[in-house]
């Protein structure tokens, strides 16, 4: 068999062959923590543009410095984060999102907006028929 990774960690799980837990955990990382300063870049590039005032930027440049932090922190120490804080980790990227969103500002705010489940092609039950 080649050894995708190249250090002789192999497993096999359901007649599958497999990388090791270690090698995925720190590549889904890596990526978490790219993901998470791409949002925190978007969000501190929309500051300065004009904006409503009712916009907590001190909020905003919160959100924007916890976002940075935890990506660093994952950045950091990608190859040695057990599985469970992938998992946490992205439990705070859905919170950092909401806290954006809430300090935005806006009623609705555009980033409110995204978040919210609807089907506006469907029809409603109550209009058929009509």
Known sequence: MVDPVG???LAHARGSLFVSASFQTSVVARILAALFAAGATLTALSIPLPH???VNEIGL???VAA???TAILLRWRAEKL???ALHVALCWGST???VVAYFSGGHPSSSATR???RRASSPSPT???R
């Open 127 to 129: 209009s058929m028929g």
């Open 67 to 69: 976002a940075y932090l």
């Open 82 to 84: 057990p599985v469970w």
């Open 52 to 54: 409503s005032a009712h």
């Open 7 to 9: 250090d002789g960690r």
């Open 61 to 63: 440049f919160t959100g």
């Open 115 to 117: 978040w919210r489940w």
């Open 96 to 98: 950092l999102i909401t």
